[in-house]
């Protein structure tokens, strides 16, 4: 979709999963030469990028081995078999030491594989690191964890969002042609719109959260960074356990644009960009939705609830006892999140039921909702305002601000990289139907 | 169980509904007649008890009228046809004022019936009125509430014990024959206990709450009082909306005596009077039952933390705008229902699946659990404060305290009256595997 590469870029880049496998498969490459590529293309930008957190090249190497070994005997896994993926680090892996971003887990050791981990390997994957995650996920910029900061591939003095920034950043520059990511508000999505990267959070609960370190458990997602939308979807049918399959609608697709201003400020350019792209994309059928207005405020309010509260049963016991260990701004949001009453949390839970009703029934008139995945392009790491038209406006409200209704509502939504502005990515971000994964995934692959 | 009546007792002591509905079909008694037989009993009992809070005798006749009359042309909707019901205040009626007990809903008229009394109303029952409620429901007493205190049948200086009061005071004194009752913490059997009479609370969810007032969604329950357990059981039935069919046990039941002290001090008196009927009704079999008393208070706690969140949630615009119409006891613990922080709401969530894992656990090895429903025997109206063996405990966590356990895990438990201590009934409390319901009421109709 985009043919511009950013100023970091390596191996990977404009390189398709589904190509490099069928080079496996032919004999003229072998997942050992995959792998070495990612870890050569690691070695050269992590040190400007600092995607990757942990990587140990003989592990990776390993298990590229075993991947060859299977080649040589004629047995096939699938299309991820001897591919190098990336795994955010609040995900578990036994042989890679998993911190969650946080001094609190320095060095630690799970004694299993993620759910998702384990399909990946079942599927012959090769997982050849860790990569940087906000600490706990508990942010969506990307530059504060026990790691410091992840750089953007277009800019390294700009941050890649979050929180699964290394994943974005190691997809969008080339180390790895697929990564997974968590995202919890927007946390996939964000940093693939900053980093110009095709980023997915499926329909709640349709990838399994066994072994990913919870932020909240109403709204956390597991989900792929990949560089193009088929790529994405070999990945998540993987990490589902289960055949992506969908036909395509044959009419003409009933596309919403999200009428701007709806979730908050959008940076002009950002808007003429990405609606001139959807306009591109989805022809002059893309219809003005503006009947979310209403709804923003409350849906905000309840995910903030709901965010809050869960987070703060996660993290009791660390807050008590070492607070210390917390970066000051995660510990911030954990001191507020303290302070959510018992009684609204219960009527959060009763909002969000009302809002995926809600959602339904707008989905019988709509096949997509369509938006910016992020209203502004990237900003400096550690800025916390930026300027967005005639206001100063606090970036971490700014960049989650599209994207986290999808988590409330649990609806598959997909951020794609839609060109560029001031030389940074930008996003389109594509929301579908609940449980219509397969066809998003299918429809948007077409594009 | 108990031919010893009541100081204040009228037509319906000792009287069994199957028996009433038998000289009902036989011919020789009407409906007309026995709900006058309930309105005499009430214009000469209730000055002195404070049981019914409303009353209409026109209505209530009228519904007699109808009872007959389809008797006359041969249709019979079965045993509650043409009996007399009270219903409890918290529990939405069509045809009389429901005020849950509080000024904030002086003189209020329900649009619709609550679903458990349109099923007595399609069982041919006669409703004859609405029974005094601790208010909303929300303390164990029964001596708060806009028409302030019900009186105990056995002696009027002393407490009904609550929630259900005024349902538990109008059997025990033979105003009716049975009245429904809601129990989130005790509030069937406490009062049932107290007065005398037979109070089933169900398994968690048996019974339909639509239309009942709120207290707490996790710990909330409908259910009957009555003289005996046969009555109950017809009436369960009929709540329930299902036959209620079990075959009994042909093997010795294994019954465990739940160790005294486990939920609090015991009241010497009380403890020798129920293990005595629990031996002389269970034989030697009884077995003490040890292991609940390290999860005791965890059990205690749990309930408070959901009880007080979820009550938070149903008074909150009340307690914004109008918290002077709340009697102060109730108010005050409303406020202290705010502070419930929204991640120890979560952490009481998953502690109550767990207590229930127990239980069932626990149920493996035994067929019923037996305790006294309440430690202590009736107390002075407005009293706060018993001394119970060396100590003052207070009077509302004394009656809550062997009872809450089984509305935070969701067993059915029944508190049979089990004789007398210095002239006041106290109960015996016979706990059942979860969905149980029918065998215990089988079972225990038979003792």
Known sequence: MSLVKPVHAGYFCGQSVTALAERLRAGGLTSVELTQAALDTIARLNPTLNAFVEVDAPVALAQARKADALFAQGQDLGPLQGIPVAVKDNIDTIDYITTYGSAHFQGHRPGRDALCVQRLREAGAVIVGKTLTHEFAYGPTGDRSLHGAARNPWDERCITGGSSAGS????????????????????????????????????????????????????????????????????????????????????????????????????????????????????????????????????????????????????????????????????????????????????????????????????????????????????????????????????????????SAWNLTGLPAISLPAGQVRGLPVGLQVIGAIGEDDRLLQEMARL
Not at 187 to 200: E, K, N, T
Not at 266 to 290: I, S
Request: proline fraction near 6%.
């Open 168 to 403: 974005a950043a190691a997809v969008a520059s080339g180390m790895v042609p697929l990564a997974l990511g968590t995202d919890t508000g927007g946390s996939i999505r964000i940093p693939a719109a900053l980093c110009g990267a095709v980023g997915f959070k499926p329909s709640f609960g349709g990838v399994p959260l066994e072994g990913v370190f919870p932020l909240s458990s109403s709204l956390d997602h597991v989900g792929p960074i990949a560089s193009n939308v088929a790529d994405a979807r070999l990945l998540y049918g993987v990490i589902a356990g289960r055949a992506v399959v969908a036909a395509h609608r044959v009419r003409p697709l009933r596309v919403g644009w999200i009428s701007t201003g709806t979730f908050g400020p959008v940076d002009a350019e950002v808007d003429r960009q990405v609606r001139q792209v959807a306009r591109q994309w989805f022809g002059d059928g893309l219809q003005e939705v503006v009947e979310l207005a209403p709804l923003a405020a409350a849906m905000k309010d309840t995910l903030l609830t709901l965010q809050r509260a869960e987070a703060y049963d996660v993290h009791a016991e660390r807050m008590h006892e070492a607070p210390q260990l917390f970066d000051p701004e995660v510990r911030e949001r954990l001191v507020l999140s303290q302070e959510v009453r018992g009684w609204q949390y219960i009527r959060a839970q009763a909002a969000q039921a009302l809002f995926k009703t809600e959602m339904a029934r707008l989905f019988e008139r709509y096949d997509y909702l369509v938006s910016p995945s992020v209203p502004i392009t990237a900003t400096a790491v550690d800025a916390r305002e930026v300027r967005v038209g005639e206001q100063d406006i606090d970036v971490r409200a700014a960049v989650l601000s599209h994207t």
